[in-house]
């Protein structure tokens, strides 16, 4: 998916917007985006904040049946209050945020484990009840290698680190379009 800077901008400020009015207790300010009809394209999308480069808080959908816009909003909310890893954001907090978007590609299906290039690709894992997602920067911003990066899908699913070599595990992959604000 392309977006333009207005695009994303607008992106931006709707997750900002919309964990504000929560924060204050108003309104989230009304924005038009009906020109833009990137933002009514139905995808998914993940929220990331983060204080001075730590996370605070990540939330998102794989896939979404709503436009754009609305999932952006549903994630920023969720992601500054109810990320299950933290307390809702304080008000104090909200200041120091930096937030971050990611717009998700269709998943596809894995053939091989060489089939993934770090960077490049998300991963999501499906083993049973077990599950979990790793954006595509996650890799790059820990510098991890690939078998890193599969370790760590592991972990976050719950399963055993190195299960992913003991047989050729269920995962979909997907690529993002990663952008944020300069803080």
Known sequence: ?????????????????????????????ELNFGEY??????????????????LRGCIGYIISNKPLIETVKNAAFEAAFRDPRFLPLSEEEYERISIEISVLSEPFPMKTYDDI??????LIVEEGIKRGLLLPQVPIEHNMSKEEFLNALCNKAGLP??????????INMFTALVFGESR
């Open 37 to 54: 009809k990137m933002l009514k394209t139905k995808a998914g999308a993940f929220v990331t904040l983060t204080i001075e480069g730590q």
């Open 161 to 170: 680190t190195n299960y992913w070599k003991m047989k050729l595990l269920n």
């Open 117 to 122: 290039e770090i960077g490049k690709h998300g």
């Open 1 to 29: 998916m392309k977006l333009s800077n207005e695009e994303k901008n607008i992106l931006l400020n709707t997750a900002r917007e919309t964990i504000k009015s929560y924060i204050k207790n108003s309104y989230p300010e």
